[in-house]
């Protein structure tokens, strides 16, 4: 499924690019110093989430600009299986029997280059690469199922449970980490007005998530939509 959708995306972008030059007769978008735009997007990561990107970009050759963003993934909960079961497992040879549930929300900055493709004053291609660090945010629940709880008490059942098993010691709150990470993408932005422009893309990006949070490294496929300033 991932493979299949990052190649059609893929496929999107560069059908894109390569047939823009037949609209060569209008006018060139005007080359611009930079951008800076705000993205909204919809993320596929094992269940289907949502991503914000704040970007801003300079010049640094004719085509090519370098690019700097701050991102947020809302939740990457499917990739948070691994310690959600170490948990549930340790609890139950304990006498305690608990359903769990999570979150796994990712802050991220990454720096990288985006080569424009000019073509005329309704579409600008592009491709971009980039790498950087994200900020895995782990958040776990767990309602009791069955058993006994440190203290005795019998819950009924359903009854969140986290904060005394935290308070007991038999649980440890889940810690935050940093993981490197790198985004490769594409997209087409479309001028509205003198300086401003949406711009449709795709992006994907690869987490390397410690093996406490994920069996493997993050994997997400976003398209995003958003709306900037060029100057």
Known sequence: MEKSLRGWCLAVMVCGVTAAPVFAQEARVPPTKGYMSLFGGTVWAGDTTSSVIIEGGARVA???????????????????????????ATLSGEGLDVTGVGTLPAWYTLGGLRAEFPANKHALPYVLGGLGTARLKPS??????????????????????TSTLETSGMLLAPSSSNAFMYTLGGGVQLPVAQHWAADLGYRYSRIAADTALSSGALRTNAVTFGFGYRF
Do not use: W
């Not at 090519?64 to 079961?85: E, K």
């Not at 776990?140 to 449970?161: H, I």
């Open 62 to 88: 004719p085509h090519v600009l370098a690019f700097g963003n701050i991102g947020h993934f809302n939740d990457l909960q499917t990739d948070l299986t691994p310690s959600l079961n170490a948990e549930t």
């Open 140 to 161: 776990e629940q767990f309602m009791f199922s069955n058993g006994a709880l440190p203290d005795g008490t019998v819950p009924a059942v359903g009854t969140d449970v």
